[in-house]
Structures are given as structure tokens and as C-alpha cells.
């Protein structure tokens, strides 16, 4: 499964039961297997090691049998793009190239906030607060 983590928008706490996926398998695995998302549940994929092309970057929806919001997030935790995402198509950030590090995956009753949003962070299970 993985650590869990609390993700803050704007400093507010909006979710507690979010997947860190900072490996290649938690990535992977994603919201597969679930058959919904919870408004306090989403994974948090650290995308940091990777290049900047953009379908590098890319989160698939394929077996995921309901939308999600998605965000793509930078290194200093400022939104690069947000998109609803539905069942059985693939998204990726705008451009060529993207300086995102981070992808955000949360109910879509988050949709309305993440667009509007300046800033996420997050708190690890140890209480540091990142980025």
C-alpha cells in the first residue's frame, strides 16, 4: 500500500488518506483496484527523477472506473495544470516539456479548489512538511 500522507491546499488540509508514491510500483498502481475515491483519499506521485517530456509525466485511466481531479504539480509546489480526468483515457501536462514534479490525484469534489489553488503541500507520516 504504501505511507499516507495529509495534502494541503493553500494551507488548508483536504485530504488525510493520500498514497505517497514515491517508487516506480506505487506509481504504477495508482487508484487501480479502487472503485471510488473518497473525498479524504488520492495519490501523491513523485515524479522528480524523470525527465522533463511531458508523456514522461503522463497518468493513464484505463481500469479506473471513475474521474478523478488531477494536478500537476512543481518542485516548489506551484500548480502547473489541472484536469479533470475520466475512465480509459490518458493525460499528460500542456507543452513539450513540463517542470512538473509532482502529480496529484484526489476526489473530483476537489476539481473547483485545486483549479483555483496557488500552492499544495504535504505533511509525511513523520511530520515534515514538504516542498
Avoid: C
Avoid at 22 to 47: F, I, S
Avoid at 81 to 101: E, L, M
Wanted: glycine share 8%; net charge positive.
Amino acid at each position: 500500500m504504501g505511507k499516507t500522507i495529509q495534502v494541503f491546499v493553500d494551507g488548508r488540509m483536504v485530504a488525510d488518506e493520500v498514497i505517497f508514491a514515491d517508487t516506480p510500483q506505487l506509481r504504477k498502481k495508482g487508484v487501480l483496484g479502487k472503485k471510488d475515491l473518497k473525498r479524504e483519499e488520492g495519490v501523491l506521485m513523485v515524479m522528480k527523477d524523470r525527465w522533463g517530456i511531458s508523456f514522461l509525466h503522463s497518468i493513464h485511466m484505463v481500469g479506473v472506473p471513475f474521474p478523478l481531479a488531477a494536478a500537476w504539480i512543481d518542485i516548489s509546489g506551484e500548480i502547473i495544470n489541472v484536469q479533470i480526468a475520466q475512465s480509459g483515457r490518458f493525460y499528460f501536462p500542456p507543452g513539450i516539456i513540463t517542470k512538473n514534479a509532482y502529480i496529484l490525484e484526489l476526489s473530483v469534489h476537489h476539481l473547483e479548489l485545486l483549479t483555483r489553488a496557488k500552492k499544495i503541500s504535504w505533511k509525511l507520516e513523520d511530520g515534515t512538511e514538504k516542498p
